[in-house]
């Protein structure tokens, strides 16, 4: 199983930013309200997400960390419109192949209760302590490959690596408005992100994690149409380039790269006044999660709607629109 795990963990675990993003999304399928995220070495030497989520029964501790056991879908008929990010059970057990890993968790309102599990590159056969924890879990990763040195030689910079990890908390922190943030690296606090779902707040979030200026040159969109709903910020020209990897789009709370969601954004732009810009945004596309397949692919971001034409057209004209408002 060991090695099962290490090459399934080759998959879904090729750098901190990946760890980092597998145990957000597992506090947040925890219904956390508060998540910290502290790294060390740009995630290399430490990742720890702490979450006051639902916490992690006893009896289930072990189980968290070996092969396919996911506490989140029960049957395949589940895997239609299923809302949890996670799903395939497969995280904890690749990440504790190719580090150390202790998880401690509370599923009880008791500070006092609370109990750890290790693994250290097995990833399997895990002990069970008690160890007192808020309700909650901490997952700790330390010494990222130490097992698969082939693997650590490719991890680049400690700056490097801290941007993609810090860029999977944007994208994190852009989908959950509701949930308190912080993130720090070798001690130092770099985001800490109050909660707050009111316009104002989200806009006040978006400027401390993109920048004032993106905000400041953006319009607000909000558009229905049946069952498709699209918000969000779209950038207007600024004389600065430094922005312009700021796109974000998500699908249902998901942040999504995909071809025909970006092929839509960048006709609206080019049609209206960008042309040779490179468009920033952060939208929101909220669709019945029964015409759009969001888990095609663990890592790759994809989506695939069952009416493809419609979505396309549908941002394409709110965000032809929305820019079209905004020439001068
Ligand atoms: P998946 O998220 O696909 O179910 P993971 O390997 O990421 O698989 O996690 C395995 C299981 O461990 C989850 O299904 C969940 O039951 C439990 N778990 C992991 N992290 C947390 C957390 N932060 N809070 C509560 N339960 C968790
Ligand atoms: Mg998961």
Avoid at 75 to 100: K, M, N, P, Q, Y
Wanted: charged share 30%; net charge positive.
């Amino acid at each position: 199983p060991r090695l099962a795990n290490q090459i399934a963990a080759g998959e879904v675990v090729e750098r901190p930013a990946a760890v980092a993003k597998e145990l957000m999304e597992n506090a947040i399928d925890a219904a956390a309200r508060r998540i910290e995220v502290e790294t060390e070495q740009g995630g290399a030497r430490l990742i720890k997400v702490r979450d006051d989520g639902t916490g992690i029964a006893e009896s289930d501790m072990a189980l968290a960390l070996s092969r396919h056991a996911t506490s989140k879908i029960e049957t395949l008929d589940d895997l239609e419109g299923v809302s949890s990010l996670g799903f395939r059970g497969e995280a904890l057990a690749s990440i504790s192949s190719v580090s150390r890993l202790s998880l401690t968790s509370n599923a009880l309102d008791d500070p006092r209760a609370g109990f750890r599990v290790t693994a250290e590159g097995r990833g399997m056969e895990a002990h069970v302590t008690p160890a007192p924890h808020p309700r909650g879990t901490s997952v700790e990763v330390r010494d990222l490959f130490f097992n698969t040195p082939a693997r650590r030689k490719f991890l680049r910079t400690e700056k490097t690596e801290f941007a993609h990890l810090e860029e999977a908390f944007r994208r994190q922190a852009l989908s959950r408005y509701d949930v308190a943030w912080t993130l720090r690296h070798n001690g130092k606090t770099v985001h800490r992100l109050p909660p707050g779902d009111s316009p104002a707040a989200r806009e006040r979030r978006i400027a401390s994690l993109l920048g004032k200026t993106f905000i400041e040159h953006a319009r607000y969109i909000e558009r229905q149409v049946g069952a498709l709903r699209l918000s969000g910020w779209v950038g207007l020209p600024t004389h600065s380039r430094a922005q312009a990897d700021q796109q974000y789009f998500f699908v249902n709370g998901r942040v999504v790269r995909d071809r025909l969601v970006a092929h839509a954004v960048r006709q609206a732009y080019r049609d209206v006044l960008y042309n040779g810009r490179h468009p920033v945004f952060v939208l929101y596309l909220d669709v019945d999660p029964e015409v759009v397949d969001v888990n095609v692919h663990p890592t790759k971001h994809e989506v695939r709607f069952r009416d493809g034409r419609t979505v396309h057209d549908f941002l394409f004209s709110s965000l032809h629109r929305c820019l079209a408002d905004t020439r001068p």
